[in-house]
């Protein structure tokens, strides 16, 4: 089984709150990745771990924003004190067998 | 660094036509692999097809086909026999890396095509 499950699917927030997204991979998958979409753009890379190492973070994004995989399952993507511009889609993705990259359904931010 | 460019935002195409979605990468690794995803409205994102830099022939998957040209660093998505359920975005991405290479894969800005019947 390659699904994998995000939470919330949509979370509304004012401008300065914290808010914490979640990936939940259904069985074990070592490579896993957030992007962030926002309408008519492609997924924007955010940060990539392999096992409960975070390899690589965009350089684009600020030290707002935080992702831990504390023990290689599940992984937490945290925005602290949100800004308007952080409402998108943010997209949690597993590499359970090279190259088919699968996609969880997305928790969509809305910063008011 | 790498990227990845679809110059085209959006295609008009008639239903049982071929189209093709033009993608250009820039990459210094020798060694890489080039992805298209399609993302119909319902927001999945669903994978197409994969070649990497080192494949000897071009990846096709029933309808579709990769036009991969490596000294052009072009990676242009065919369609054949287009369907009405294949309008959606389109997505070229990139890795840099073989296979199973451990690193990161970036995304175009995508194409919306449209299909009329």
């Known amino acids: 089984d390659t699904g994998v499950s995000q939470n919330p699917r949509h979370k509304i927030t004012k401008r300065g709150q914290n808010v914490t997204f979640r990936c939940d991979p259904i069985?074990?998958?070592?490579?896993l990745y957030w992007y962030r979409q926002t309408l008519g753009q492609g997924p924007e890379f955010l940060t990539y771990f392999q096992n409960e190492a975070q390899l690589e973070k965009s350089r684009l994004l600020s030290d707002r924003f935080s992702a831990e995989r504390p023990k290689g399952s599940f992984s937490t993507l945290e925005i602290q004190r949100t800004e308007q511009g952080d409402s998108a889609m943010y997209l949690c993705a597993l590499l359970p067998q090279d190259p088919e990259l699968f996609f969880g359904e997305g928790s969509r931010l809305t910063v008011l | 660094a790498q990227k990845i460019t679809q110059t085209q935002p959006g295609m008009f195409v008639q239903e049982k036509e071929a189209v093709t979605l033009d993608c250009t990468y820039d990459?210094?690794?020798?060694?890489?692999?080039l992805f298209w995803y399609k993302q119909p409205s319902s927001g999945e994102m669903i994978f197409l097809i994969y070649?990497?830099?080192?494949?000897?022939q071009n990846a096709t998957e029933g309808r579709y086909s990769l036009n991969f040209q490596k000294a052009r660093k072009s990676a242009n998505l065919v369609i054949s026999a287009s369907q009405l359920g294949d309008s959606a975005m389109y997505f070229c991405a990139m890795r840099e890396g073989g296979y199973s290479s451990a690193s990161k894969i970036i995304f175009g800005s995508g194409t919306r095509l449209s299909i009329r019947p």
């Open positions: 070649q990497g830099s080192y494949d000897q």
């Open positions: 990459t210094s690794d020798p060694s890489y692999g």
């Open positions: 069985s074990e998958h070592n490579r």
